[in-house]
């Protein structure tokens, strides 16, 4: 009955009184002597049937709290104030604490539908630390996220995780290394209100060092890194990386040491003749860095020397064992065997002054600073070490091998076969309108804008570099200078002598010590390089142990 309505018998559960009449009533109502009764208005009913609610509402929660099962759910308000993904805690207490459901439920935001989805980018890594999102620092998925949350392809209530929305990639790649192709995979908003084009969308927002290729629907079960088969990498280096040691460095003088009158043959000198390559030949032990190296510059490799180098690149093919070629592991680790399909190294090509050699790595997957192997080559065939030194790093003795700069590093793509056959099969009964249409991973059908984009951002900035900071020649003193014994492994017999083992219990005399500035790829414009740069690195035995997060920084 509604209140002020009082022509009608009173109720056993009320009493009217002075103060209960309408304004428009005339009349004075008896005042009902029985006792008051207070009215509780909830909408549930009596205390008693809140209590019997309450307790079925119990019957159907787990002992945390939480609802067994959203069916039949009761709407006690219980669940009021969690969190649910990561929206910020209302602070508003109008209810009697803190998060409690607004009052106008209607003003939170729709929530759009996400689709495990495939993104096809590539980049320019100078200035970045690496592919992977880490704390406090510019990468390349750090970048590539937060554009995605500006476009709205990711929702705010995932923008502070990335693991939220499933975030892989196919193929990490060191501080400074570029990439033609790479792919992230994660759960997308595609279908966004008011963004026609989102590949345009999220370009117009990124750095032009970073480019999206396209973005595909791919089945729910894929993953970047597991549905990967295989990777192309391309390492650039200077044809005149393969000059032989000069004369008087201590590199030179450890192979010189180790020469047997065996060896005639050998391109540094025959201990006979004590005769130096020609390219020496024609120069003084006093002749100036620059005088070397606009020297090197003119220089072009030889046909023979070509092929040389291309016998020793075929020993890295097929299934071995990598663990010198790595950090942090040992032999006896499984995850060091890794298959390399195929080596190709092309022919030179010059650029300015200097020719440049360029070595194609097809392998199935690749571990941390793999790109040693590059190393091995260069210096195996610049010392005239016989290849089978290849076959024994696969061996059980721990080694050294220094790596080279990154700024020769390119990812070319990923490579998708298994999925794509996988996906193939079902779009035969299916038209490509049809939802349930997956196309296949294809880096080719980009092919022109990619080859735009390497030209632009990756070759030229790469040669730019080393013509003004001759990085590769840097690198090349920097080995020669040393005469430890941690690369006697570089000799005319090809074997690896006890004096150049590694074991990480002792504590090595004279150790090789790597200079940062060569995992660099951007440097400042001045004349001299900081000196911050030329910090040596940490010793190798004394990082990355974490297996797992190894595994993480490899692919």
Known sequence: MTEGASTSSPSPTKRYCDEDLSPRSPKRVKVDPRPIIDVDVNPLGSSTDILQDKQKSQKRRDAAGYPK??????????????????????????????????????????????????????FCGTGCAGMQIQPDARTIEGVLFDTLVRVGAVSSDN??????????????????????????????????????????????????????????RVQNSFNARTSCDSRKYTYFFPSYLLIPPKPGSGLYETFRRQTGPSSGGLPIASP?????????????????????????????????????????????????????????????????????KKIEIADPVVHGSTEWISVMFHGQSFMLHQRKMVSALVLCCRTG?????????????????????????????????????????????????????????????????IEEFKQAHIYDRMRE??????????????????????????????????????KNSERRKNPFREIKRFDVTDFPTGSKIRGDEDEEDEGEQDVLTNKAALVEMEG
């Not at 076959?391 to 080694?399: A, D, K």
């Not at 590769?472 to 006890?498: C, E, M, Q, R």
């Open 385 to 449: 070490t016989p290849p089978q030194i290849i076959e024994e790093l696969y061996g059980p003795r721990q080694v050294f091998i220094p790596k080279m700069p990154s700024l020769g590093l390119l990812l070319e793509h990923p490579i998708f076969e298994s999925y794509n056959r996988k996906v193939g099969n079902v779009n035969e009964k299916l038209s490509p309108e049809d939802p349930e249409f997956r196309p296949p991973i294809d880096f080719d059908i980009h092919l022109e804008a």
């Open 159 to 216: 923008a502070d995780d990335p693991t939220k929305v499933g975030l892989g990639r196919a193929a990490r790649t060191d501080a400074g290394v570029h990439a033609a192709g790479n792919l992230v995979s994660l759960k997308l908003i595609t279908q966004i209100p008011d963004v026609p084009d989102l590949i345009s969308a999220v370009n117009g927002l990124l750095p032009p060092e970073i480019r999206v290729w396209g973005i595909i």
């Open 272 to 340: 006979s003749t004590d005769v130096a390559h020609p390219f020496w030949a024609d120069s003084t032990p006093s002749s100036s860095k620059e005088n070397d190296l606009q020297r090197k510059r003119r220089w072009r490799i030889e046909q023979e020397a070509l092929q040389r180098l291309r016998e020793v690149a075929k020993k890295f093919e097929g299934t071995r064992n990598f663990h010198n070629f790595t950090v942090g592991r040992e032999f006896s680790d499984r995850s060091t065997q890794r298959h390399m």
């Open 465 to 502: 570099i080393e013509d003004r900071r001759a990085v590769f020649d840097a690198w090349i003193h920097s080995t020669d200078a040393y005469s430890g014994d941690d690369l006697l492994y570089l000799n005319p017999k090809g074997v690896i002598p006890a004096a150049a083992v590694v």
């Open 69 to 122: 099962s959203r069916q039949g759910k009761v709407k006690d308000n219980k669940n009021v104030g969690r969190r649910r993904g990561s929206r910020p805690e209302s602070t508003d207490t109008a209810m009697g604490h803190p998060g409690a459901v607004p009052k106008d439920a209607s003003i939170k935001a729709a929530r759009l539908p996400k689709r495990q989805s495939a993104i096809l980018l590539g």
